[in-house]
């Protein structure tokens, strides 16, 4: 399941978790399926091991994925004194994505950067960066599976998680076979998927779908139906009796992409804090990972995302503008093409 290219960086962090004894692992801010499913299943793999491990959370483990991670005390404190042998960051395009700064002693403490995202800043003493896998869990499943290290049906269900979530139920396009073959090897585990269904088709709760029928009544078209844009403001949520975390729970960002004719998307929101936040998505090739690296953010050409400390409607006009201009570039391409 390991890419070949790749296999000499996997042998070499393979024999680095193998004579590291302390072992932490982090990913990024606000933690979606990927990353907390990629740590809480590297995390117990490491510990079935015996191996001595923390992991690190800035904002904490969501409520909503809580039911996969171990019972273990989450490091949250922005500057973590490290002593540990490794650290290993996942799901991450850059180390600041994780929100903590890491003191380490660098000939002591080796770090290792595993990501799929193609913005990713290569910031690791190590770097395994597989831009065609569906998600981190797929690379965790693969590079668990290959060091023979513990994979049994608790760390399958952490890494299926990831799995489902991030390649979009396995329908995001151009997903590569390996991404079935992790399934497989998850599935082979026994383990009961049961509760990721549930979570997902039947875990919201009426906050969420409040956030999905304001999205749905208040978004507007531009580019001939293309671009969907929405913008929720701290007052809209108010009145629905939701806050920010409702807004990723309701759905809206791959919904907005389910009309015949829109092929992308940008939500543009505020937290409680006053910090607004970009989310794009796409389908027939358009690039938005391009908008969110131009607006400090990153990801994947088909989702990605970005935030800054700015007033939502200022955000908005930019993140607008930039998209209506990706939107009408990708089909002057297209239409120049066909001549």
């Known amino acids: 399941m390991l890419p070949t290219n790749l ?3 996997a042998s070499e962090i393979i024999t680095l978790i193998g004579n590291s004894q302390r072992i932490l692992v982090a990913a990024h801010l606000r933690p979606d399926g990927d990353a907390t499913g990629s740590v809480s299943g590297l995390v117990k793999s490491l510990q079935k091991a015996g191996k001595q491990v923390d992991a690190a959370l800035l904002d904490g483990v969501p409520e909503r994925f809580a039911f996969v991670f171990p019972a273990i005390e989450v490091m949250r404190q922005p500057v973590i004194e490290s002593n540990h042998d490794l650290i290993i960051i996942l799901d991450s395009g850059d180390e600041t994505r994780t929100g903590f700064t890491f003191n380490r002693d660098r000939q002591k403490t080796c770090l290792i950067n595993i990501d799929h995202h193609a913005s990713n800043t ?28 513990p994979f049994d049906s608790e760390v399958a269900l952490s890494l299926m998680l990831g799995l489902v ?5 396995f329908q995001n396009e151009g997903l590569r076979h390996t991404a079935h073959l992790a399934a497989a090897k998850i599935l082979q585990t026994g383990v009961d998927t049961s509760p990721i269904l549930n979570m997902l088709n039947s875990g919201r709760c009426e906050a969420d779908l409040r956030v999905q029928g304001f999205g749905l009544s208040n978004f507007r078209l531009e580019c ?6 929405l913008i929720i403001h701290q007052s809209d949520l108010k009145k629905l009796n939701a806050s920010f975390g409702n807004v990723f729970a309701s759905g809206l960002f791959n919904l907005l992409l389910s009309m015949s004719e829109t092929f992308a998307s940008v939500t543009i929101f505020e937290r409680e804090d006053g910090m607004s936040f970009c989310e794009f998505r796409s389908r027939g090739g358009i690039d938005v990972k391009e908008v969110a690296v131009a607006m400090g ?27 209506v201009k ?7 391409k297209q239409e120049s093409a066909c001549r």
């Not at 001939?224 to 844009?229: D, E, G, I, S, V």
């Not at 990801?299 to 935030?307: F, T």
């Open 7 to 9: 296999l000499p960086i």
């Open 122 to 149: 290569m910031f690791g003493d190590i770097n395994y960066v597989d831009t065609g896998a569906s998600s981190t869990c797929e690379i965790i499943a693969a590079l668990i599976n290959h060091a023979a290290l």
């Open 165 to 169: 979530t991030d390649s979009r139920s």
């Open 224 to 229: 001939q139906n293309r671009l969907a844009t």
């Open 297 to 323: 953010g990153g990801g994947h050409v088909p989702a990605s995302g970005c935030s800054r400390a700015a007033k939502v409607d200022e955000l908005a006009e930019e993140a607008i503008r930039l998209m």
């Open 326 to 332: 990706q939107v009408e570039t990708f089909y002057a």
